[in-house]
Nanobody, 118 residues
């Protein structure tokens, strides 16, 4: 059974950093695109970052470029999201899933809450 489990969320002040982890099970992430997404209260889920775990190619939403970094450790079957210079508008539940589009991604995790206070 394919599963993703997110961890690493928490509460930080603006300007702080967090590193989220996404542990995959039931398949090997090597060769697949894995995405991080977020959903803030009252807003639609949006794509934040995506990585091709085979070649490391990554892409980011404009709102997080230069602040967030997505990486993968295929040996640990884990994808990370390093978040720096956090802003209150980054507050959301963060999810990882198989795929890079919020419209077709599969096997959503349960999410991890990130709260950034001003």
């Amino acid at each position: 059974e394919v599963q993703f489990v997110e961890s690493g969320g928490g509460s930080v002040q603006a300007g702080g950093s967090l590193r989220l982890s996404c542990l995959a099970s039931g398949f090997a992430i090597d060769g697949y695109g894995i995405g991080w997404f977020r959903q803030a209260p009252g807003k639609e889920r949006e794509a934040v970052a995506c990585i091709s775990s085979s070649d490391g190619y990554s892409d980011y939403a404009d709102s997080v470029k230069g602040r967030f970094t997505i990486t993968s450790d295929n040996a640990k079957n884990t994808v990370y999201l390093q978040m720096s210079s956090l802003k209150p508008e980054d507050t959301a539940v963060y999810y990882c899933a198989l795929g890079c589009s919020e419209y077709i991604a599969l096997y959503w995790g349960q999410g991890t809450q990130v709260t950034v206070s001003s």
